[in-house]
């Protein structure tokens, strides 16, 4: 069973180098090439990056597994959604022009071991096929997907998205990206704050605008799913309004509390429960990574309430 959520496809594409950081998008020079790619696509699909076999492509990397990017399929220009120097050194390099028509990336992680592309997508791969398998790309069957997963890497902030804070990132199997993660563990020693423990709340947080936009799909007609948060907190309102904090004003979307356990004795039983609801979450709500998730407000508050120690008020 993959550990992708469902529907989500990886697919192959080589690229000179891996600098989402820069360029936050995947080219073509010919809209026509970009159109038949991204038809293939839905949004949210991923893209392994391996380098080409090319002189522009550093010896080192050439054949190797460089990344994952995950896409969105709306049609873009290079300039959309590349930095000053992004762009400034694909002048320099002479390529100005070329993979302009363009897909944006949403999220993107740098492999951190070296795996040849023909070790993970020794189905799909051909050398043989050059230029047109660069181009046209293909997806991974079942069994390469497997292989894939396997592979370490590291989530890399990307060009015109929220940057990644250095400190939240690790590095990990991808098949550990799309599960959610246990909760941040209390911390031991010496208290150093006025109120480190005590009273401890549960709490179910729903973003209010279109949280699939901000996923970077699209949203069917009569789809009732949501974004959640699930999370723990001695003031579950402050923690609201911290996490409102990162939104631009302008942003219709905000977080709003649903709903809030009574008070738990202390934070680690409160993530006890935290943690056994991301556990069950798994057959009713698609994981997004962490203590995020998509589906309806019914599913998560009936799991929240199932949940021992739990009672409405």
């Not at 996923?215 to 009569?222: I, S, V």
């Not at 649903?258 to 556990?279: G, H, I, M, Y």
Request: contains cysteine; aromatic residues 10%; proline residues 5%.
């Amino acid at each position: 069973m993959s550990a992708l959520p469902e529907g989500t496809q990886i697919w192959t594409r080589s690229f000179y180098g891996f600098s989402p950081e820069e360029d936050g998008y995947v080219g073509w020079t010919k809209s026509s090439a970009r159109d038949r790619y991204a038809a293939r696509l839905n949004d949210g699909d991923l893209i392994l990056i391996y380098g080409a076999v090319s002189a522009e492509t550093a010896k080192a990397e050439r054949s190797y597994v460089l990344g994952f990017v995950q896409v969105d399929t709306n049609p873009i220009h290079d300039h959309e959604k590349s930095s000053e120097l992004g762009m400034t050194r694909k002048r320099d390099a002479g390529h100005e022009g070329q993979w302009s028509e363009a897909i944006p990336i949403r999220r993107a992680w740098r492999a951190e071991e070296k795996v040849m592309i023909s070790r993970i997508a020794f189905n799909s791969y051909r050398p043989e096929a050059g230029q047109s398998l660069a181009t046209h790309g293909t997806d991974l069957d079942t069994d390469e997907i497997v292989q894939a997963l396997k592979i370490k890497v590291r989530e890399v902030s990307v060009f015109g998205e929220p940057p990644i804070a250095e400190a939240d990132t690790k590095v990990q199997p991808f098949a550990e990206v799309f599960k959610p993660s246990r909760a941040f563990p209390g911390s031991a020693g010496e208290r150093t704050s006025i109120y480190e423990d005590g009273d401890t709340y549960l709490y179910l947080a729903e973003y209010t605008g279109n949280g699939h936009s901000l996923l970077g799909r699209k949203k069917a007609f009569g789809d009732k799913s949501v974004m959640l948060k699930i999370g723990v907190s001695n003031d579950p309102v402050r923690r609201r309004d911290e996490l409102n904090q990162s939104f631009p004003p302008a942003v219709p979307g905000k977080w709003e509390i649903r709903l809030t356990s009574q008070a738990f004795p202390s934070k680690q039983a409160a993530e006890d429960v935290e943690n056994l609801f991301k556990a069950r979450a798994a057959a009713k709500l698609e994981s997004l990574g962490g203590e995020f998730f998509l589906g309806t407000r019914d599913e998560a508050e009936q799991l929240c309430w199932s949940l021992p120690g739990m009672s409405r008020f």
